[in-house]
């Protein structure tokens, strides 16, 4: 009988994509046949639980929908009307978590991802970029989605995501990205931090969503890495009641897996926290490296980078970490409507593209007619009168 161990490894292949059209009820309602059985598990399975908030008026996170993303109202509400949910309860160990039922990380650290946004200077033809390495599990590889919401009356989600999971990682139909990273600590009570995620990404810069995010007292452990299409960005430490924003140093932010903030600093889990450091200035090096010729292929190429393996940017299983390794890549063009993803490790398999054709410019339309989006937003004539037509194109 041999003695060896198996070992985790993702073969080459492609993320499916999951993309719907229409009004957001009918997104929703096509959402609700892709993930029928899951939305029964989360919103059928505890009949004396709590009301989420889309089927709610009376609460501060139903108010603050009505308020900044008035559409996902409707688009939940079409996916329980297809998945024939009559009565959606969230269970109590969900309550106070996003509206999909996602619940803040707690420590320890359970991934270990990287995140980045670059301006105009570092990139070719001056188009900002951003993206994240994602260190999970290795059956996360086989479970991930790109999600394409394409909404006629309100900001789609474009992300690499989970089922059921609007949120995800990447950007919107206003090209304004998230990208997020599990940070040590308990989560503190506060606005859930997914919720707020996802009105954020209806706004069209990264200081509205920074804005809204100080409006509603979010709660939380967690880092979020923000960027638009104009270029900007910023990035939002949150926990042990406090929260840190980083701004921009040479039109260059990354974030890892520790508090940059000393305040902040938990030394809960020392092993990663040195993995950490070091992915960030390795990550900061190879781009700064890069300046002025990088393009979203060179993006991927320096978050490839196996320096100090197994605390490298590109990380692969190893004895000590079984089944633990980058599961997925990300790189998002949110100037260009374009997302480029890898399954598994970015040095390994090939990218595919995806593209939200011209929905930036008739969603910035529609959602400023409900209310959507926040102060200092301008829409062109010329953005109102933009097609409507949501097309992709997968290419290696």
């Known amino acids: 009988m041999s003695n060896a161990q198996t070992r985790f490894s993702i073969p080459e292949g492609t993320v499916p994509l999951v993309e719907v059209h229409g009004t957001s009820f009918e997104c929703g309602e096509q959402l609700g046949i892709y993930w029928r059985q899951l939305a029964h598990e989360t919103f059928a399975s505890a009949p004396d639980g709590e009301r989420p908030w889309f089927e709610r008026s009376d609460t501060a996170e139903a108010k603050a929908f009505d308020r900044h993303a008035p559409h996902l109202r409707e688009l939940y509400r079409g996916m329980m009307r297809s998945a024939n949910i009559a009565n959606p309860r969230l269970p109590a160990s969900r309550t106070h978590s996003g509206p999909a039922g996602e619940r803040p990380p707690a420590t320890p650290v359970k991934t270990a991802c990287s995140s980045y946004a670059l301006n105009g200077t570092f990139t070719a033809d001056g188009s900002p970029l951003a993206g994240q390495n994602k260190d999970t599990g290795w059956g996360s590889a086989f479970r991930y989605v790109v999600l394409k919401v394409c909404s006629t009356d309100g900001p789609g989600t ?39 995620c996802l009105m954020a990404k209806c706004k069209q810069t990264v200081a509205e969503a920074v804005e809204l995010f100080r409006q509603l007292a979010v709660g939380g452990c967690a880092n979020f890495l923000l960027a638009d299409r104009f270029g900007g960005m910023a990035d939002i430490e949150l926990g042990a009641g406090r929260t840190n924003v ?68 590109c990380r692969h299983e190893t004895p000590a970490r079984r089944g633990f390794m980058t599961t997925a890549s990300v790189v998002a063009e949110p100037a260009k409507g374009r997302l480029h993803v890898v399954r598994g490790p970015p040095c390994s398999n090939p990218p595919v593209t995806h ?34 037509e949501c097309a992709d194109a997968g290419r290696r």
């Open 158 to 196: 474009f992300s690499l995501t989970y089922p059921l999971d609007l949120l995800g990682y990447g950007s919107s139909a206003t090209g304004l990205c998230i990208f997020r990273n599990s940070m040590p600590g308990e989560p503190q009570p506060g606005f859930p931090w997914v919720s707020w």
């Open 355 to 388: 593209t939200m054709s011209s929905i930036t410019a008739i969603s910035a339309f529609n959602i400023r007619s409900r209310g959507c989006v926040g102060p200092g937003a301008s829409v062109s004539s010329s953005t109102a009168s933009a097609s409507t």
């Open 246 to 313: 980083l701004t921009p140093s040479a039109g260059l932010l990354a974030h890892t897996n520790h508090f940059v903030d000393p305040v902040l600093t938990d030394d809960s889990f020392p092993g990663e926290a040195e993995h950490s450091v070091h992915r960030l200035a390795i990550m900061k090096t190879r781009f700064e490296a890069e300046r002025g010729r990088l393009n979203w292929m060179g993006a991927l190429h320096c978050m490839s980078d196996h320096e100090k393996h197994p605390m490298s940017l």
